[in-house]
């Protein structure tokens, strides 16, 4: 399948794929027939998007209303025509919502959410949505690997992670309360992104746990994750942070013990080659209570999906999967005292982090973006712990693909400071750049 | 949990209940009460029937109509009154089908089939659907072993097993094609039983493989099973056959091997017990080619998947749940020969076991019915092997609850000649007398 992203459109990265259709040089009708086509030709062995009579239609009429409320080329709306792929607990007006479940889709009914009606706003258009695990949680859908259908392509974001690998779309939307996101985006190869906590907003989606449910997004590249974030983020601060070579930390200890051999060799040997081309890359041993940070996590989220979906599981409890089932029975087990240093652990490890990087000049932490490659078998997504400290401290992060171990792809993770999206972008520029052969 | 089967009505064994319903001594609206409580109290935790709006309402409805039909004690048929669940993989009329998925309910609208049918006339009330895995294959639902909720009830027919454990219902529909009836029961602790291939018919029930898809149920002991049976098999005879104390064939060889230390060292425990009460056990080697009984089953029953669920998985398959994906997938793989050596072999093990069964004396075959007690964990419903080869010969089978390994139920199986059924419903119920303590 990988062999096709030499397909015209599909290769034309995300932000040059927009400035094509703001010019009009590439077609909105053409770019829409030929993502159908590759839909119809490869998502029956993928199952990214979910199924949705009508979809060319719907699309094609959307596509007509957009062009003729932006007639003129040189005021087009950045993300103008631009496809995306929308996880299916996201509300977008028009569509069914089902969260990854069997429950009636008129549980989820709630307005369109500000992520999606600023994606519109920018013009960007929604081809559909796709596959998510139930309640974004673990029980995954039938999305396969696009690079090995034997295999994950991770969770819980499952299919907007395919859609981008597929070149269905050069961008598509997602959401992580542990490693949703860049697990994902990982393991089959894309960048994937997830802004600073609260930074966009989270109304109209299917919350997991409010305190810590962010939302991310998949593109083509790190330039593709900007153009979306300028679009998504409160505030976007739209001037050029020109980045020097980035300093990296290491987060040395226990955290990065968590992966694979494998997956720490391809890692340090990413880190040889991106030393071999001037960046600064510094071992800050940090992290030693990884084992107590992922227990307040879990505590956290645990407890919230408990809320969340208290009200829904008296109804509807057993049309839960079972892992669902038994993460709300688990949530009844959290205690107070345990939730309350779970949401206290966020600032303190948030400022122990920044901490770090004023002392050793850091500008990012490295670490790998999974514990290793995507791991054989549709019934599990994966391991979410190398993202699970970021998301627990809110702070920005992305993932950008880097080789492969075993023939399946393997992600470089990124993370910045709180509410620094920007410089952690042009921090992933320069990186970027540096990893091209 | 358990302790509740205590509870009045919960602890009247089928036939004995179905007995008082006719004669009115048990009052169907108390009844029902008592049920709905039950499932008030109970089910948050176990999860065995699906949700149903208005389900007090309807069953109450049709308690009156059913009275209304039969105010005579004296013409009342066998199971007036009793209360039955039924896996949702059956269509019943006013129910919605859902088979675990979540694809629209239309998708499975069919005809009521016969089995429905049958034990409508027989008086039977369908309390509710009960939660299937999904196409009756192996990603489970929220139901949760009675008997420890962190275990798995079995599968597929994981909620119509937990439903009768609960005392809920005292008899419960379900299917088996690998090990979905006889595994479930063993794990929750009640008497499962699967009726020769072909002998109850298999219309207005989403299929998974025809070739071997069978029908079965849950009850309280083997009169209950016996008196189900007599309403749902086709031809039933009803003359009592009347069992001297059975011959127990023992399958010697890798076939029991599939077991674990544990599940075997009890069932040896309970052959010593009944040897000691006068049954004749006898050691039999057979099947030393369990591998190849095996392959050839899941090559029948997978590609059987992959051609009754083809035109849905065009239209749904991103809608599929991850295992049921993978199955579908595999179908595409099995190979024309495969596929016809996988049903010759049917016939073949079934001559074999009754060429060892007349050479041996042998009333029925016995073997643990799992391979140990229900694992831990919601996200797999156990192993079917034990069941397997019983299936795929498509002869009657049966599991007894026969006391606990590790603090869950486990069962002994026995496995009859194709077609006599009435005959196995006998020895077991010989068996079953001599289990007791």
Known sequence: ????????????????????????????????????????????????????????????????????????????????GVLVGVKDIFA?????????????????????????????????LILGKTVSTEFAYFDPGATANPHNPLHTPGGSSSGSGAAVACGYVPLALGTQTVGSVLRPAAFVGVTGYKGTYGRVATDG??????????????????????????????????????????????????????AQPAALASFEATLARLAARGV?????????????I????????????????????????????????????????????????????????????????????????ASPAATGPAPLGLTSTGDPAMSLPWTHAGVPAISLPVGAVGGLPVGLQLAGRFGADEALLAAAQAIEARLRP
């Open 1 to 80: 399948m990988t062999a096709e992203a030499t397909s015209p459109l599909a290769a034309i990265p995300l932000a040059e794929r927009a400035a094509a259709l703001r010019a009009g040089t590439i077609d909105l009708h053409a770019q829409i027939e030929e993502a159908l086509d590759r839909i119809a030709r490869f998502d029956g062995r993928v199952r990214a998007f979910l199924p949705e009579p009508g979809r060319g239609e719907r699309v094609h009429t959307e596509a007509e209303a957009l062009a003729a409320l932006h007639p003129d080329p040189r005021t087009r709306p950045p993300l103008y």
């Open 92 to 124: 977008v007006d028009g569509l069914p919502t089902r969260a990854g479940s069997a429950i009636p889709p008129e549980e989820w009914a709630m307005p369109q959410g500000s992520a999606i009606s600023r994606l519109r706003a920018a013009g960007a």
């Open 205 to 258: 989606i299917v919350p997991y746990s409010p305190a810590v449910d962010h939302v991310g997004w998949f593109t083509t590249d790190v330039e593709g994750a900007r153009l979306a974030a300028a679009a998504l983020c409160a505030n976007w601060r739209g001037e050029a942070v020109v980045s020097r070579v980035p300093v990296l930390g290491v987060p040395d200890g226990p955290y990065l013990g968590q």
């Open 280 to 292: 600064v890359v510094r071992r800050v041993p940090i992290m030693d209570d990884i084992v107590a």
């Open 294 to 365: 992922n227990a307040r996590h879990r505590a956290v989220s645990t407890a919230e999906f408990g809320d969340t979906h208290a009200s829904r599981f008296m109804r509807w409890g057993s049309m839960f999967r079972a892992a669902s089932a038994a993460l709300f029975d688990a949530a009844q087990r959290v205690t107070p005292p345990q939730r309350a240093e779970g949401l206290a652990g966020r600032a303190e490890l948030r400022e122990r982090l920044h901490a770090a990087m004023d002392r050793e000049g850091v500008d990012a932490w």
